[in-house]
């Protein structure tokens, strides 16, 4: 992998383990569709601009593509992830989004365009024990909607692993913005009936709009086209790789700015999942990876 692909996937990691932290802030004030879909929408916004200046067309031809892609990696996971900011902190959501590798592995193979080997198992199953260590063993109390705020984060993290080989596929064919912009307008259609519902019951406090702002221009808009754009470079398996260091920098986030506990059976559950991202994605920063983009017609 190149150093210059190897740099921004770190800087996609820190941002996108600083969404855990804008997330936790603004859940809580404005509600988890309402917060979702004022972070789609702007997302939109942010994308339809860049593509008007970029001269890009929106990809009409593909939408039945880009809708599946959008439920998977944007309307599903940014509802689950700020529904479960309501019940746990914004360090257990990003260590559990770290499975989201194993997800990916496993839908790599079933979509035939990865294997599973002995080491991509054992790393499944480390990668599992890891993720119930966090939970059963972290600084807050268990409790029944613990669990399910937890079962919430695992299943968002499921939803990016099984997106991303629809992902890579996409951008042999069509352009990253254009695919960014795609995913964005359907997830903020789809979510506008339960936003719309919800807005009544949302207080529009200056932090949390401030988050918002964040996330949505520079979390989702920029970030998800950085993400498309390095994605035509590398394997499926390797573009999940800020999934490595989110963990860090979103535990990081939320106990410097939130004061939220970090205990040993957490760092512990974290080490153990990204042991498993590791093996599952056969991660080597010294390997040069070879340019696998395909040309887009």
């Not at 067309?57 to 309307?75: D, F, K, N, T, Y």
């Not at 808009?221 to 963990?247: G, N």
Request: charged share 10%.
């Amino acid at each position: 992998m190149p150093l210059k692909i190897l740099l921004q996937l770190m800087t996609l990691s820190a941002l996108w383990g600083a969404s855990f932290l804008f997330i936790r802030i603004a859940s809580p004030v404005l509600g988890p569709a309402v917060l979702a879909g004022l972070r789609i929408g702007l997302a939109t916004i942010t994308l339809s601009i860049i593509m008007r200046a970029l001269r890009q067309r929106w990809p009409w031809a593909h939408w039945r593509e880009l809708l599946l892609i959008g439920v998977l990696s944007v309307a599903l996971p940014f509802m689950l992830y700020a529904w479960a900011a309501l019940h746990i902190p914004a360090g257990y959501s990003a260590l559990l989004n770290t499975s989201a590798v194993i997800f990916g592995c496993l839908a790599g193979a079933w979509m035939k365009v990865d294997s599973l080997t002995p080491r991509k198992l054992l790393g499944c199953v480390i990668g599992f024990v890891g993720v119930a260590l966090v939970v059963r063993l972290g600084p807050i109390a268990l409790s029944p909607s613990v669990l399910w705020a937890a079962a919430a984060c695992t299943g968002a993290a499921a939803c990016y692993g099984i997106s991303t080989p629809l992902m890579k596929r996409a951008v042999t064919r069509i352009e990253p913005v254009a695919i960014a912009a795609g995913i964005h307008l359907w997830s903020v259609l789809l979510l506008a009936p339960a936003t719309l519902w919800s807005l009544p019951q949302a207080r529009f406090t200056l932090p949390a709009m401030a988050a918002v702002a964040v996330m949505g221009i520079i979390t989702s808009a920029l970030a998800y086209w950085m993400h498309l754009r390095i994605m035509r470079h590398v394997s499926a398996t390797a573009s999940m790789t800020p999934a490595f260091m989110i963990p860090l920098f979103g535990v990081a986030w939320g106990h410097l700015f939130l004061n939220e506990p970090v205990s040993s059976g957490m760092l512990l559950g974290a080490a153990l999942v990204l042991v498993a991202t590791a093996l599952v994605s056969e991660f080597n920063p010294f390997a040069k990876a070879p340019d696998v983009a395909a040309p887009i017609p």
